[in-house]
Every structure is written in structure tokens, then in C-alpha cells.
């Protein structure tokens, strides 16, 4: 009788274990990660000279690229 009763336990906690897993498959994937950027252009600042990506660079009406408004607003150099 005990070895019905270990064999009864020990099949409960095998379930448990693995049987839980089984229904999710794909569902609880992660989603993979996103691949990095691709470089940028490096501009340098009209003012102090300052290199910085493009997408951060600030530009005039003459197309110059600034890193800050203070920069801009005083004008190259």
C-alpha cells in the first residue's frame, strides 16, 4: 500500500512539474529582441566644434548644425 501511495505522490508532483509547461508553448515566448540601431552621421557643431549624432544636432535656417540652442542662437564662430 505505501508503494501505491509513493507512486501517487510522486506522479501528483511529476504533473505538476512538467504538466503546467506543456500547455503554453509559443504563447509565453519572449518576443526577440530588437536589433540595435545603425550608425549616424556625426556632425560637429558650427559653434564650439562639439561632435554629435545627427539626430541630436540642432540646425539654422542655413542648414548648420548646433549642439544646444545657446549655440545656435549665438551662431558660428
Known amino acids: 500500500m505505501k508503494y501505491v501511495l509513493l507512486a501517487l505522490v510522486v506522479g501528483i508532483g511529476l504533473f505538476l512539474l ?3 509547461n506543456r ?4 504563447a ?7 536589433p540595435p ?3 549616424q552621421a556625426m556632425l560637429a557643431c ?9 539626430s541630436d544636432a540642432l540646425m ?4 548648420r548644425p548646433y549642439c544646444s540652442d545657446a549655440h ?3 551662431g558660428p564662430r
Do not use: E, M, S, Y
Open 37 to 39: 540601431p545603425g550608425p
Open 72 to 74: 545656435r542662437i549665438a
Open 46 to 54: 558650427t559653434h564650439c566644434g562639439v561632435h554629435l549624432p545627427q
Open 18 to 20: 512538467f504538466g503546467r
Open 23 to 26: 500547455g503554453r508553448g509559443d
Open 60 to 63: 539654422d535656417v542655413a542648414g
Open 28 to 34: 509565453a515566448a519572449p518576443a526577440p529582441p530588437k
